[in-house]
């Protein structure tokens, strides 16, 4: 039986032997099986080690690994319990059964996990993982948006902060953010953080947008022209992109959507050739399920996501560290916008 929760649980472990053994070679060849593709075999002994003391530890603990699709491949498809983008993770939060959830992702999303799960142990590997969306706007910001905008609804992407979340009325993530900002009925909406998520939803939808100036600062080093000397050299090359990315970009891309959506595209049509404008592990990650598809990388990695690493999931789950806290009355508001976007249909 698993063990539940209590002293013995929540005692700091020390750590394992990380040495590259034949058992630790043994438990973790199917592993390797999925990311031969992406992690050359000489780097497979300096990851394995780690990613078996990792697994080893989960069961121990009776924690799960929630991770974002821009985890490292050695993250994403060797230690991870469940993977997806923003609506994915924050839908699969509440059905975590475990103790502990370690988030591997950005800091907002280890505070969802913690809004929908009070109860549990929520932790993320280093609490430094940020996001430039989430930093754009301060709970502040949004009652002085209500004082100037009264009566307008306020739609948040799920890329900001508890405290902001709590100010709202409901959050979308770039999966859902059509749907969620015309089920309100409102002539007139509030979008914030993300000023190109924000014209994306206008240019989709009858309903008036009133954006907040925020930007990924991933997404907004894409350039249309960077795209079209790409077509230049291969007419034939598929182009797609995510919302958060500027107009310019979007209006080169063959498909546009969440990093999901983008997955299930190009696991659905296996172009030959493709440029997901994205985060760029990601491409590592379908790279390492679809070997056939050719990625042209132009590669910006986010420096928040790449702050999770094994070493800190490993020291994460022997501390228990870092913990994510919200203030309850905070978390309790902040629940009522997420959760009114996972019960929408979209
Ligand atoms: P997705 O919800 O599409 O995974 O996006 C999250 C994110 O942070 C993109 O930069
Ligand atoms: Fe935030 Fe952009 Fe990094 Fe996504 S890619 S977590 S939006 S900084």
């Known amino acids: 039986r698993r063990r539940s929760r209590g002293a013995l649980a929540d005692r700091p472990l020390s750590t394992p032997p990380l040495a590259w053994t034949p058992e630790v070679e043994r438990a973790t060849a ?12 000489v780097e497979w ?3 394995a080690p780690t990613i078996h003391a990792i697994n080893e530890l989960k069961r121990e603990r009776n924690a799960v690994i929630l991770a974002h699709n821009y985890q490292a491949p050695e993250i994403f498809h060797c230690v991870a319990d469940v993977v997806g983008d ?19 992702g950005v800091h907002f999303m280890a505070e969802t996990s913690k809004i929908l799960n009070p109860e549990k142990t929520v932790l993320i590997p280093d609490s430094r993982a940020g996001c430039s969306l989430a930093e754009a706007i301060t709970a502040e910001d949004v009652r002085l948006l209500r004082d100037r905008f009264p009566g307008v609804p306020v739609v948040a992407y799920v890329n900001t902060s508890a405290d902001v979340k709590a100010e709202v009325d409901i959050c979308c993530t770039s999966s859902n953010a059509i749907a969620v900002v015309e089920s309100l009925n409102a002539e007139r909406v509030i979008f914030l953080p993300d000023q190109y998520l924000a014209r994306y939803v206008a ?5 008036q947008i009133i954006a907040w ?5 991933v997404h907004e080093r894409f350039t249309g022209d960077e795209l079209r000397s790409y077509r230049a050299i291969d007419p034939a090359v598929q182009i797609i992109a995510h919302p958060e990315c500027p107009p310019d970009v979007i209006a080169e891309a063959d498909f546009t959507g969440s990093t999901a959506h983008m997955i299930d595209w190009v696991r659905t049509r296996r172009p030959k050739r493709i440029i997901m404008v994205t985060e760029c592990s990601m491409a590592d990650n379908v790279k390492a399920e679809l070997p056939d598809v050719e990625f042209v990388r132009p590669c910006n990695l986010c420096p928040h996501m790449k702050r ?11 501390n228990l560290t870092e913990e994510v806290t919200i203030d309850p009355a905070i978390a309790a508001r902040a629940r009522q916008s ?9």
């Open 30 to 41: 199917h592993l390797y099986e999925r990311v031969r593709t992406v992690i050359p075999p």
């Open 45 to 47: 002994p300096t990851m």
């Open 86 to 104: 923003s609506l994915q993770l924050a839908r699969d939060a509440t059905k975590v059964k475990a103790d502990i959830i370690v988030q591997c």
């Open 203 to 207: 240019a989709h939808s009858k309903v």
């Open 213 to 217: 100036k925020g930007a990924c600062e």
């Open 308 to 318: 999770i690493t094994l070493p800190k999931i490993l020291d994460s789950l022997i």
């Open 338 to 346: 997420v959760e009114w976007m996972i019960h929408l249909k979209s």
